[in-house]
């Protein structure tokens, strides 16, 4: 299920895009301030935001800007700005698409699904958390929307605790994954490992099933 952020300080307006949302199956918060906005984008995931411009504390375009300077999250401007530099202004500062106000629902959910085709047609996206989400065409973690820095093995490791939620992997499976003929597998290196992913997805996520070996919970 993909996750919108509306960001519109109309109550009734935000109200209203996102219970329609819902009804076509997509995970909705909302915010009504600018410094909120920014605020949430940083702690969590979505896949797209739809966002004001006339918004109190920071404007849409200044939030836009903020955000690109740290995730590629698509961004739909909905506005009742609807001048050339305006619609260009839009553009420059990030958006994706600009919609102006007043809009249909159906014209809304119809770019909407544009945008994220377009954007996201090429990749899988494992959910680890409302946070955290594997790319996994591209062998990539993201954690509020930053990618994070890990080593092979530690994506090897991940790629395969991923794909196999919640089954039990012997150490010597795992060693059979991760090491090759010319790479002497380590018990010491692979708590490394370990302890580095529970550091980044949550000690929760990786089990330890004693004198036997590790458990992803998916």
């Known amino acids: 299920m993909k996750s919108i952020l509306i960001v519109e300080d109309d109550r009734d307006l935000n109200s209203t895009v996102a219970k329609f949302l819902k009804i076509k199956s997509f995970q909705c918060e909302s915010a009504y301030d600018g410094e909120v906005a920014l605020s949430m984008v940083y702690e969590n995931r979505y896949d797209l935001i739809l966002l004001d411009v006339k918004l109190p ?70 959910t680890i958390s409302p946070n955290i989400y594997f790319n996994s065409d591209t062998n990539t973690l993201f954690k509020n929307a930053i990618s994070i820095h890990l080593t092979q093995k530690e994506m090897q490791l991940l790629s395969l605790f991923l794909q196999n939620p919640n089954k039990i992997f012997k150490r010597e499976e795992i060693f059979e994954h991760l090491y090759d003929y010319n790479d002497a597998p380590s018990t010491a290196s692979l708590r490394v490992f370990i302890n580095t992913l529970r550091k980044i997805i949550g000690k929760e996520k990786i089990e330890t099933i004693k004198n036997i070996g590790y458990r992803y919970v998916g």
């Open 57 to 126: 504390s920071m404007d849409g375009f200044k939030v836009a800007q903020e955000v690109r300077s740290f995730s590629t999250i698509p961004i739909i401007f909905l506005t009742s700005l609807s001048s050339q530099d305006d619609i260009e202004k839009g553009f420059l500062k990030g958006g994706d698409d600009y919609l102006v106000k007043p809009f249909s629902l159906n014209e809304l959910y119809l770019r909407i699904n544009a945008v994220l085709k377009r954007m996201y047609k090429n990749e899988t996206l494992i």
